[in-house]
């Protein structure tokens, strides 16, 4: 393996505009109530708060869809959604170029008062979801770079790149959420 800690490395900041996609899950009630239903699933395995850039009464563990499968009908929509993405937005048939978008983390989050999530992103991860099951008037908006935010509203999937920093601020009611990475995988199986 080569030494690259010598390398020099430079960086310049090129102006761009980086695309937030939202839809409402009105539709697939059922997929939001297993979503919900499989947080305690989990909770109840891990009752312990991941330690994280999430500061929330609970968070369950990043591989949380592989301790509940009650979280794969919400995870079939997001990857659908991905792909729909793709299309309509970038003209980019994956079926074509044989790549499946893969939710690779799944966890969900329980806000109450004063929770909040400090400045992140999702890199490596291609595309980062968050999708609402619960959101009370006047919690905490999702904030992305240099301030655009989203309202969060029940049934809300909001999905972007997972290089695009964003936080929550202190929230004031509650708010529920499963939030997953998705990369774009090579599609084996045809």
Known sequence: MEK???LEIHSI???STQLVYWCSLHEHIPALMNARLAIEEVRALHPESTPSNVK????SPWG???LSNKFQPLIELVENTAVEISSRFFKADLKKLNIKPSVTD???VIYEESDYVNPHAHFPADLA???YLEAEEGCAPIVFGDGFSITPKPALLVMFPGSLMHAVPPNTAKRTVVAMNIHMLPNFSG
């Open 56 to 59: 929330a009464v609970y968070m």
């Open 106 to 108: 799944c966890w969900g």
């Open 129 to 131: 979801a968050v999708i």
């Open 4 to 6: 690259t800690s010598d």
């Open 64 to 66: 949380s869809h592989l």
């Open 13 to 15: 900041a090129v102006p």
